[in-house]
């Protein structure tokens, strides 16, 4: 199992950023997927999320309505689309998937909010 986001980087408040999370050694459309970010000097928190067969979202409370989490089976691939950011939203984002009991990361990719 592998996971390996790209998409990040810097953004002035009230932009977008589309993030990538390419995955391999399993089908993304057979399992629950999820994006989480951690802050400097913060817990890691879950982001969004999306079920395995019906694509059932759900999001934090402080992204709902401005991210949106969505899948491609066919390019095996986890999005997370982000508009209206805010310099809260700076962070580290993180791809997850549970395989077997086990939690797999990426490696993360930086978004950062400021002007």
């Known amino acids: 199992v592998q996971l390996v986001e790209s998409g990040g980087g810097l953004v002035q408040p009230g932009g977008s950023l589309r993030l990538s999370c390419a995955a391999s050694?399993?089908?993304?459309?057979?399992?629950?997927m999820n994006w989480y970010r951690q802050a400097p000097g913060k817990e890691r928190e879950l982001v969004a999320g999306?079920?395995?067969?019906?694509?059932?979202?759900n999001y934090a409370d402080d992204v709902e309505g401005r991210f949106t989490i969505s899948i491609n089976n066919a390019k095996n691939t986890v999005y997370l689309r982000m508009n209206s950011l805010k310099p809260e939203d700076t962070a580290v984002y993180y791809c997850?998937?549970?395989?077997?009991?086990?939690?797999?990361w990426g490696q993360g990719t930086q978004v950062t909010v400021s002007s």
């Open positions: 999306i079920t395995r067969g019906v694509g059932t979202t």
């Open positions: 997850n998937v549970c395989v077997l009991s086990r939690n797999y």
């Open positions: 050694g399993f089908a993304v459309s057979r399992y629950a």
